[in-house]
């Protein structure tokens, strides 16, 4: 049962939130890559993967529209007071359709895990196969008639898995060799690092915390940097121009920014050495025109290591034999998925 204790406020313009103690919602600055949202009627629900509790955060710009799934999500009493105008106030959940409840937070988790789950080779994650995952949130949509709208409304459509990954123990490039050093070339730092997953669409980029190598090399009088970023499974030619990473390599004193090609499983890229690249770099990968740019990574690596965390535990939760109906059960894409899998 979704139940908590929730604070009912009016803000600016007329907007309404109804939130549990310390929950992401649509209106803070920066959100977190834990933060799962949903747009309904009159507003938008979020919850964060991470938490605990099941209770959502309601942001509500139409209270009228919202009426029908306030009072299925929240119940009678919560329903009431935002009718009412209860700013203010504290109010206990009792949802009046639980299970649409339950299916809300579930849908927006299949979206969340469409866009974010951490598939990776190297820390041997594996892929959520999109055809299952798009049909288990058609039949959410579907039982959320209720309170969805707009693009999450839509029952998506995708491609199933063909093939599966590589274990990572199988796997052709070790993770931090970045490219064979030919003789006469002088390294002069190297490194492994991780991405800001914000910064590209999945589907590219590996997302393991070692999926990117760097080296500054210094061959005949010429210093240059070399990236090497492990691809995401099933990533192969001919890939569109509009949708090839790059890669920002920094020092304190300049950066470059560096086109990468596709070879085999990687992405590679070199360039002239930014000033100072002798005491090492950073690099950002990124796809231009997308995600975001300048705002703070919220949480940064830990958040990205919690979230491998929890694709990990739920990938042993989808292996057990005894049926899970929990409200938190695994997606049918997520037991596909351990099933392919020994590890799990």
Known sequence: ???????????????WIIAPENAPSVLDDAAG???TVLEVL???LSWSVFAEYTVPVAVIDDVVSAQNWVWAVFGEEVALAVAEGETGSEVTV?????????????????????RWW????????????????NREIATLVEDCDLLVDGDDALAPEGPTLSDRPGRADDYALAAGAATATRPGTLVLKRGITGSD??????????????????????????????????????????VPDHVRPRALIGTASGAVDVALRLSGDVWFGESAAPPGAEAGVSVDVYLPGFGVNGVADVGGSDARERVRALARLRLRRAAEPTPDDGPDAPLLAEIDAAASDSDF
């Open 42 to 44: 009159g507003g938008h």
């Open 118 to 133: 951490p598939t990776s080779t190297v820390d041997a994650i594996p892929a959520l196969d999109a055809g299952l995952l």
């Open 33 to 35: 890559i834990d933060v």
């Open 1 to 15: 049962m979704t139940t908590g204790t929730v604070r009912i406020d009016r803000v600016a313009d007329g907007v």
């Open 94 to 114: 009792e949802p009046a359709r639980p299970r649409v409840a339950v299916g809300a937070r579930r849908l927006a988790f299949a979206h969340w895990a469409a």
């Open 197 to 238: 997953w914000r910064r590209y669409p999945p589907g590219l980029v590996d997302c393991s915390e070692r999926a990117v190598s760097w080296e500054v090399v210094r061959t005949s009088g010429n210093t240059a940097v070399r990236v090497s970023i492990v691809a995401a499974p099933y990533v192969s030619e001919p």
